[in-house]
Protein backbone atom coordinates (compact mmCIF):
# COMPACT_ATOMS: atom_id res chain seq x y z
CA UNK A 1 0.00 0.00 0.00
CA UNK A 2 2.69 2.44 0.68
CA UNK A 3 4.34 1.57 -2.92
CA UNK A 4 1.25 2.60 -4.54
CA UNK A 5 0.69 6.00 -2.46
CA UNK A 6 4.29 6.54 -2.91
CA UNK A 7 4.12 5.96 -6.92
CA UNK A 8 0.81 8.11 -6.91
CA UNK A 9 2.54 10.92 -4.88
CA UNK A 10 5.51 10.57 -7.78
CA UNK A 11 3.06 10.27 -11.06
CA UNK A 12 1.55 13.62 -9.69
CA UNK A 13 4.26 15.36 -9.34
CA UNK A 14 5.70 14.54 -12.41
CA UNK A 15 2.32 15.54 -14.09
CA UNK A 16 2.85 18.71 -12.73
CA UNK A 17 6.17 19.17 -13.24
CA UNK A 18 6.03 18.57 -17.06
CA UNK A 19 3.39 20.68 -17.68
CA UNK A 20 5.09 23.46 -16.11
CA UNK A 21 7.64 23.26 -18.58
CA UNK A 22 5.07 22.55 -21.56
CA UNK A 23 3.29 25.72 -20.62
CA UNK A 24 5.65 28.20 -19.01
CA UNK A 25 8.62 27.25 -20.18
CA UNK A 26 9.01 27.25 -23.55
CA UNK A 27 10.37 30.62 -25.28
CA UNK A 28 7.75 33.05 -26.88
CA UNK A 29 4.98 31.23 -26.10
CA UNK A 30 3.64 33.50 -24.08
CA UNK A 31 4.17 36.60 -27.09
CA UNK A 32 2.05 34.31 -29.17
CA UNK A 33 -0.47 34.18 -26.87
CA UNK A 34 -0.77 37.28 -25.81
CA UNK A 35 -0.61 38.42 -29.34
CA UNK A 36 -3.74 36.05 -30.35
CA UNK A 37 -5.05 37.30 -27.44
CA UNK A 38 -5.10 40.76 -27.73
CA UNK A 39 -7.25 40.79 -30.72
CA UNK A 40 -10.43 39.31 -28.35
CA UNK A 41 -9.50 41.70 -25.21
CA UNK A 42 -8.77 45.30 -23.65
CA UNK A 43 -7.50 46.20 -20.84
CA UNK A 44 -10.27 46.03 -17.86
CA UNK A 45 -12.03 43.21 -19.69
CA UNK A 46 -13.60 40.55 -17.57
CA UNK A 47 -12.51 36.64 -19.17
CA UNK A 48 -13.05 33.08 -18.02
CA UNK A 49 -10.42 30.57 -18.21
CA UNK A 50 -11.97 27.34 -17.94
CA UNK A 51 -10.11 24.32 -17.37
CA UNK A 52 -6.67 26.77 -16.41
CA UNK A 53 -4.17 24.05 -15.27
CA UNK A 54 -0.77 25.33 -14.64
CA UNK A 55 -2.05 28.76 -15.74
CA UNK A 56 -0.18 29.97 -18.97
CA UNK A 57 -3.70 31.16 -20.68
CA UNK A 58 -4.68 33.38 -17.39
CA UNK A 59 -1.14 34.60 -17.32
CA UNK A 60 -1.61 35.68 -21.03
CA UNK A 61 -5.17 37.48 -20.18
CA UNK A 62 -3.66 39.00 -17.00
CA UNK A 63 -0.53 40.28 -18.88
CA UNK A 64 -2.98 42.24 -21.40
CA UNK A 65 -5.27 44.27 -18.12
CA UNK A 66 -7.57 41.59 -18.46
CA UNK A 67 -9.66 40.70 -15.05
CA UNK A 68 -9.75 36.45 -14.94
CA UNK A 69 -11.59 34.53 -12.89
CA UNK A 70 -9.77 30.90 -13.28
CA UNK A 71 -11.50 27.55 -13.11
CA UNK A 72 -9.76 24.14 -12.28
CA UNK A 73 -11.03 21.63 -10.74
CA UNK A 74 -7.79 19.42 -9.79
CA UNK A 75 -6.89 20.23 -5.96
CA UNK A 76 -2.87 19.98 -6.94
CA UNK A 77 -3.01 22.54 -9.67
CA UNK A 78 -5.93 24.99 -7.89
CA UNK A 79 -3.48 25.09 -5.00
CA UNK A 80 -0.29 26.06 -7.75
CA UNK A 81 -2.81 28.52 -9.33
CA UNK A 82 -3.18 30.20 -6.09
CA UNK A 83 0.56 30.36 -5.21
CA UNK A 84 1.76 31.21 -9.07
CA UNK A 85 -1.06 34.40 -8.58
CA UNK A 86 -1.26 35.15 -5.05
CA UNK A 87 -0.05 38.58 -5.46
CA UNK A 88 -2.46 39.28 -8.72
CA UNK A 89 -5.72 41.80 -7.68
CA UNK A 90 -6.99 40.50 -10.91
CA UNK A 91 -6.70 37.09 -11.12
CA UNK A 92 -9.76 34.84 -9.05
CA UNK A 93 -9.02 31.20 -8.77
CA UNK A 94 -12.14 29.12 -8.32
CA UNK A 95 -11.43 25.21 -7.54
CA UNK A 96 -14.74 23.92 -9.51
CA UNK A 97 -15.71 21.96 -13.21
CA UNK A 98 -18.18 23.69 -15.50
CA UNK A 99 -20.58 21.60 -16.74
CA UNK A 100 -24.44 21.79 -17.23
CA UNK A 101 -25.39 21.80 -13.95
CA UNK A 102 -24.54 23.05 -10.21
CA UNK A 103 -23.08 20.75 -8.13
CA UNK A 104 -20.27 18.03 -7.62
CA UNK A 105 -19.57 15.01 -9.61
CA UNK A 106 -16.54 12.55 -9.96
CA UNK A 107 -13.64 13.15 -12.52
CA UNK A 108 -11.25 10.84 -14.05
CA UNK A 109 -7.76 11.68 -13.40
CA UNK A 110 -4.88 10.77 -15.10
CA UNK A 111 -1.74 11.88 -13.11
CA UNK A 112 1.06 11.24 -15.32
CA UNK A 113 -0.87 13.55 -17.99
CA UNK A 114 -3.30 15.53 -15.59
CA UNK A 115 -4.30 17.39 -18.94
CA UNK A 116 -6.15 14.90 -19.73
CA UNK A 117 -8.53 14.91 -16.68
CA UNK A 118 -12.18 14.61 -17.58
CA UNK A 119 -15.77 14.83 -16.25
CA UNK A 120 -16.92 13.17 -19.37
CA UNK A 121 -17.17 9.13 -19.44
CA UNK A 122 -17.99 8.70 -23.15
CA UNK A 123 -14.86 10.57 -24.04
CA UNK A 124 -12.58 8.98 -21.84
CA UNK A 125 -13.77 5.62 -23.10
CA UNK A 126 -13.75 6.60 -26.88
CA UNK A 127 -9.99 8.01 -26.06
CA UNK A 128 -8.94 4.42 -25.22
CA UNK A 129 -9.64 3.54 -28.83
CA UNK A 130 -7.66 6.69 -29.88
CA UNK A 131 -3.94 6.01 -31.09
CA UNK A 132 -3.14 9.56 -30.28
CA UNK A 133 -3.89 8.24 -26.46
CA UNK A 134 -1.47 5.36 -26.41
CA UNK A 135 -0.06 6.05 -23.44
CA UNK A 136 -2.38 7.87 -21.51
CA UNK A 137 -4.02 6.00 -18.20
CA UNK A 138 -7.08 7.43 -15.95
CA UNK A 139 -5.84 6.09 -12.75
CA UNK A 140 -8.25 7.99 -10.31
CA UNK A 141 -11.49 9.24 -9.57
CA UNK A 142 -12.19 12.03 -7.08
CA UNK A 143 -15.13 14.20 -6.57
CA UNK A 144 -14.98 17.92 -7.52
CA UNK A 145 -17.53 20.99 -7.59
CA UNK A 146 -19.04 21.93 -10.28
CA UNK A 147 -21.13 24.72 -11.68
CA UNK A 148 -22.06 26.68 -15.29
CA UNK A 149 -21.54 29.27 -17.23
CA UNK A 150 -24.78 31.27 -16.20
CA UNK A 151 -23.24 30.65 -12.85
CA UNK A 152 -20.56 32.50 -12.89
CA UNK A 153 -21.86 35.01 -14.90
CA UNK A 154 -24.60 35.96 -12.45
CA UNK A 155 -21.63 35.82 -9.57
CA UNK A 156 -18.77 37.65 -11.89
CA UNK A 157 -20.72 39.22 -14.77
CA UNK A 158 -20.89 38.71 -18.35
CA UNK A 159 -17.20 38.02 -19.66
CA UNK A 160 -15.61 39.37 -22.79
CA UNK A 161 -13.90 36.30 -23.72
CA UNK A 162 -14.88 32.82 -22.21
CA UNK A 163 -11.95 30.11 -23.16
CA UNK A 164 -12.97 26.74 -22.87
CA UNK A 165 -10.53 23.61 -22.56
CA UNK A 166 -12.05 20.72 -20.13
CA UNK A 167 -11.39 17.02 -22.20
CA UNK A 168 -14.67 16.35 -24.12
CA UNK A 169 -16.99 18.09 -21.51
CA UNK A 170 -17.24 21.40 -23.80
CA UNK A 171 -20.61 20.72 -25.51
CA UNK A 172 -21.95 20.70 -21.72
CA UNK A 173 -20.16 23.74 -20.94
CA UNK A 174 -22.19 25.54 -23.55
CA UNK A 175 -25.44 23.64 -22.50
CA UNK A 176 -25.10 25.47 -19.06
CA UNK A 177 -24.67 29.23 -21.02
CA UNK A 178 -27.81 31.18 -21.91
CA UNK A 179 -26.28 34.85 -22.79
CA UNK A 180 -24.67 36.03 -25.76
CA UNK A 181 -20.58 36.10 -25.00
CA UNK A 182 -18.69 38.64 -27.72
CA UNK A 183 -15.85 35.40 -28.10
CA UNK A 184 -14.99 31.98 -27.16
CA UNK A 185 -12.61 29.52 -27.90
CA UNK A 186 -13.07 25.76 -27.20
CA UNK A 187 -10.99 22.37 -28.33
CA UNK A 188 -11.19 20.40 -30.92
CA UNK A 189 -9.82 16.92 -31.34
CA UNK A 190 -9.47 15.47 -34.97
CA UNK A 191 -11.02 12.37 -34.35
CA UNK A 192 -14.09 13.80 -31.95
CA UNK A 193 -15.67 16.33 -34.36
CA UNK A 194 -19.04 15.48 -33.27
CA UNK A 195 -18.01 16.99 -29.95
CA UNK A 196 -17.34 20.49 -32.35
CA UNK A 197 -20.75 19.77 -34.12
CA UNK A 198 -22.53 20.30 -31.11
CA UNK A 199 -20.55 22.75 -30.10
CA UNK A 200 -21.00 25.02 -33.07
CA UNK A 201 -25.10 24.20 -33.32
CA UNK A 202 -25.07 25.24 -29.58
CA UNK A 203 -23.39 28.73 -30.87
CA UNK A 204 -24.98 29.32 -33.71
CA UNK A 205 -28.57 28.89 -30.75
CA UNK A 206 -27.28 32.09 -29.25
CA UNK A 207 -26.56 34.09 -31.78
CA UNK A 208 -25.14 34.82 -34.95
CA UNK A 209 -21.68 33.24 -34.58
CA UNK A 210 -18.64 33.30 -37.08
CA UNK A 211 -15.88 30.86 -36.48
CA UNK A 212 -11.95 30.67 -36.95
CA UNK A 213 -9.57 27.88 -35.98
CA UNK A 214 -5.34 27.26 -34.47
CA UNK A 215 -3.78 24.19 -34.90
CA UNK A 216 -1.81 22.61 -31.91
CA UNK A 217 -0.14 25.75 -29.72
CA UNK A 218 0.35 27.83 -33.48
CA UNK A 219 -1.45 30.66 -31.54
CA UNK A 220 -2.38 31.80 -35.31
CA UNK A 221 -5.66 31.96 -36.44
CA UNK A 222 -5.70 29.94 -39.98
CA UNK A 223 -8.62 31.45 -41.96
CA UNK A 224 -8.40 34.72 -43.70
CA UNK A 225 -11.69 35.49 -42.88
CA UNK A 226 -13.95 34.10 -40.35
CA UNK A 227 -16.23 31.06 -41.03
CA UNK A 228 -19.64 29.89 -41.05
CA UNK A 229 -20.14 26.33 -39.61
CA UNK A 230 -20.18 24.67 -42.57
CA UNK A 231 -16.97 25.79 -43.20
CA UNK A 232 -15.60 25.09 -40.64
CA UNK A 233 -16.40 21.93 -40.17
CA UNK A 234 -15.39 21.25 -43.95
CA UNK A 235 -12.01 22.83 -42.94
CA UNK A 236 -11.53 20.93 -39.43
CA UNK A 237 -12.13 18.06 -41.41
CA UNK A 238 -9.18 18.80 -44.48
CA UNK A 239 -6.29 16.47 -44.08
CA UNK A 240 -3.96 19.25 -42.98
CA UNK A 241 -5.94 19.94 -40.09
CA UNK A 242 -6.67 16.13 -38.65
CA UNK A 243 -2.72 15.83 -37.98
CA UNK A 244 -3.62 17.82 -34.67
CA UNK A 245 -5.79 18.71 -32.35
CA UNK A 246 -6.24 22.66 -31.71
CA UNK A 247 -8.92 25.37 -30.91
CA UNK A 248 -11.76 26.51 -32.84
CA UNK A 249 -12.75 31.03 -32.04
CA UNK A 250 -16.25 32.03 -32.12
CA UNK A 251 -17.08 35.60 -32.80
CA UNK A 252 -20.06 37.34 -32.60
CA UNK A 253 -21.05 39.77 -35.48
CA UNK A 254 -19.49 43.04 -34.67
CA UNK A 255 -23.32 44.22 -34.15
CA UNK A 256 -23.95 41.69 -32.08
CA UNK A 257 -21.61 41.38 -29.99
CA UNK A 258 -23.11 43.73 -26.72
CA UNK A 259 -26.23 41.59 -27.08
CA UNK A 260 -27.61 39.58 -24.67
Known amino acids: MDEVIRTAATDRALGLLRSLAVYHA????????????????????????LGSHVGNRTRALAALGCHVVA???????????RALF???ATIEIVEAAVSDRVGTAAISVSDRTPTMTTLTSEWLDARTQDPSFFGVRWNRCIDVDITTLDALIERFGRPSFVKIDVEGGEPEVLAGLSHRVPTLSFEYLPDALDYTQRCLARLTELGPYRFNWSPGESYELIAGEWLTKAA????????????????????LAPRDATGH
Open 26 to 49: IPFRQRRLRRLYARFVSPGDLTFD
Open 71 to 81: LEPQPDFARLL
Open 86 to 88: RRS
Open 232 to 251: LMKALGSPAARLQSGDVYAQ
